[in-house]
C-alpha cells in the first residue's frame, strides 16, 4: 500500500500528517507546543468531551479507558500501541514515522492523565529508526516528564492484541492471556496499564492543543473527528487518507482515486472485518452507527477494493488460510476450528461440487465464536460468515464446478 495523503477537510487541512517532516523542530512549528503541565482532571475531562474513541480495532470511547486506568489501584503504566499486525494497514507505521512526535505528545499526555511514570512505544521494525530518533531529540530537549522506552513488536497477526502487547512487554512470547483480567486493572508488571492505539494518541495530542470543540468540528455529533484510513485493492491511487467519520464509502473510493475497473464488494475493518457488495452499499455512511445494522464495524479504517474480475470466494479462502497460521495455537478454536473454515472455504473456491460445505463452514464459525482467549476466533468466524453472505451467487456457481470470475481458483472453469 502506498503512502499518499489527501486532505478531505477543507477547515483544516488534513491535521494529523500535515507536518512538513518527522523532526521536533517541524512538529512544534506547525503543531505548536505541548500543553505544559494541564491539570490531568481537566484534560481527562476534555477527551471524555471531545467523544474521541480508540483507533485500534473495537472503537472504545478513550476518555472513559484513561478514568478507569487512573483509578486502578497501583501506579499505571501507558503503552503507544503501533504493532500494525493487519496486513491490509499500513496508517500506524505511515504515522509513526510522518509524525511520530504528534504520537509521542499524545503519550505523555495520557501518562500525565492517568499518573503513569513509564511509557512504552510499542512499534513495528520498520518505524522503529524514525521513533528511536524522535524519542532520543526529546530526551536531549529536555522535552518529556515521562521516561519513555522503544520495543519492537513481533510481525504477526495476534502481537498488538492489548494481553499479547503486555506479555511481550512483560519479556514473554507476544501471544494474547486470557481476557478474564483486565489489562487496566493488571497488566504490564501486574500494573494497571493503558493500551492505546498510536493514532488515538495522536489525535489526543491535537484535542490538549485546540479543545473538544475543535475536533467536534468535524465527522459526526455520535462520532466526532477524522480517521485515518487504508485503502487498497482496485482503486487508482492505494494508499492512506484523512476522512471525517460519516463520508460515504463511494466518497472514500473516490478520494483514492476511484475503482480502477468494476467493483463487486469491498471488504471493510480488516481481516477480522465484513464484505459489503457494491453498489448496495456505495452511499454508506463509514462510520459504527451506519454500518453497525450490516454487521460491519470500521475496525482499524481498513477499506479494500475487490474487483468484479477476481473470485471473492478464492480472495477470502487465501485471508482465511492466512488468520488460521496466525493464531497463537493455544486455545481449541484456533487449534482446530479456525484451519478447519479455511480448509472448507478453499474447497468452496476450488469449486468442490459438495453442497455441504457452506453450511459446515456456518457451523464452525458458530463453534468458535467467544471460545478463545481472545477475541481472534470471533473476528475470523465473523470475516467467513461474511464470505458466505456477500458471494451467495458465486458459491452457487462453483456448486457447479465453475467460477464467475476471470482470476479464480487453480482449475476451476469459467462459467460460461
Ligand atoms: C487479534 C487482535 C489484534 C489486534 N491488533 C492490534 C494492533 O495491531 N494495534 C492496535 O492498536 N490494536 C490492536 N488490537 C486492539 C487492541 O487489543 C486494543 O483494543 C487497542 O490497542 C486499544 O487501543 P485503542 O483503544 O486506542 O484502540 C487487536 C485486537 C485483536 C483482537
Ligand atoms: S484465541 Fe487463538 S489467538 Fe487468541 S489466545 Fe487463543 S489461540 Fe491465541
Not at 515521562?146 to 499479547?164: K, L, P, T
Amino acid at each position: 500500500v502506498s503512502t499518499s495523503t489527501l486532505p478531505l477537510l477543507p477547515a483544516t487541512g488534513s491535521p494529523l500528517l500535515a507536518a512538513a517532516r518527522p523532526d521536533l523542530a517541524a512538529h512544534v512549528r506547525h503543531n505548536g507546543p505541548l500543553p505544559s503541565r494541564p491539570d490531568p482532571l481537566a484534560l481527562l475531562a476534555v477527551v471524555a468531551d471531545s467523544g474521541l474513541t480508540g483507533r485500534g480495532g473495537a472503537g472504545f470511547p478513550t476518555g472513559r479507558k484513561l478514568a478507569a486506568v487512573r483509578s486502578a489501584s497501583g501506579r499505571p503504566v501507558v503503552v503507544a500501541n503501533g504493532a500494525e499486525g493487519e496486513p491490509a494497514s499500513a496508517k500506524d507505521a505511515l504515522l509513526l514515522t510522518r509524525a511520530p512526535h504528534l504520537v509521542l505528545d499524545g503519550l505523555q499526555l495520557a501518562a500525565h492523565a492517568v499518573g503513569a511514570r513509564r511509557a512504552y512505544v510499542y512499534a513495528k521494525a520498520s518505524t522503529l529508526g524514525i521513533v528511536r530518533a524522535a524519542v532520543a531529540e526529546r530526551q536531549s530537549a529536555g522535552y518529556d516528564a515521562v521516561e519513555m522506552h522503544v520495543v519492537e513488536a513481533a510481525d504477526a497477526f495476534v502481537a498488538g492484541e492489548e494481553s499479547a502487547v503486555v506479555a511481550a512487554l512483560d519479556g514473554g512470547p507476544p501471544r494474547p492471556r486470557d481476557t478474564l483480567q483486565r489489562v487496566t486493572e493488571r497488566g504490564i508488571g501486574r500494573r494497571p496499564t493503558l493500551v492505546q492505539n498510536v493514532e488515538t494518541l495522536a489525535h489526543l495530542g491535537l484535542i490538549a492543543r485546540h479543545g473538544a470543540d475543535w475536533y467536534r468540528r468535524n465527522g459526526t455529533p455520535a462520532e466526532p473527528g477524522t480517521f485515518l484510513a487504508t485503502v487498497s485493492g482496485a482503486v487508482s491511487a492505494p494508499g492512506v487518507y484523512e476522512a471525517a467519520h460519516g463520508i460515504t464509502l463511494r466518497e472514500l473510493l473516490t478520494c483514492a482515486g476511484g475503482a480502477g475497473e468494476p467493483l463487486q464488494a469491498v471488504l471493510i475493518g480488516g481481516y477480522h472485518g465484513t464484505w459489503l457488495p457494491l453498489p448496495a452499499h456505495a452511499d454508506r455512511a463509514l462510520s459504527r452507527t451506519a454500518l453497525r445494522p450490516v454487521g460491519a464495524s470500521l475496525g482499524a479504517g481498513v477499506v479494500v477494493a475487490l474487483p468484479r474480475r477476481e473470485c471473492g470466494l478464492a480472495v477470502a479462502a487465501r485471508i482465511a488460510t492466512y488468520l488460521a497460521g496466525q493464531s497463537a495455537r493455544q486455545c481449541g478454536p484456533c487449534l482446530n476450528g479456525l484451519p478447519r473454515m479455511a480448509d472448507l472455504l478453499t474447497r468452496l473456491a476450488r469449486a468442490e461440487r459438495q453442497p455441504a460445505l457452506a453450511g459446515e463452514v456456518k457451523r464452525m464459525a458458530g463453534l468458535v465464536e467467544g471460545r478463545g482467549a481472545c477475541h481472534h476466533p470471533d473476528g475470523t468466524a465473523r470475516f467467513t460468515v461474511s464470505t458466505l453472505r456477500t458471494f451467495a451467487d458465486e458459491i452457487q456457481a462453483h456448486l457447479t464446478g465453475t467460477c464467475t470470475a476471470e482470476r479464480r481458483a487453480p482449475g476451476v472453469r469459467r462459467t460460461a
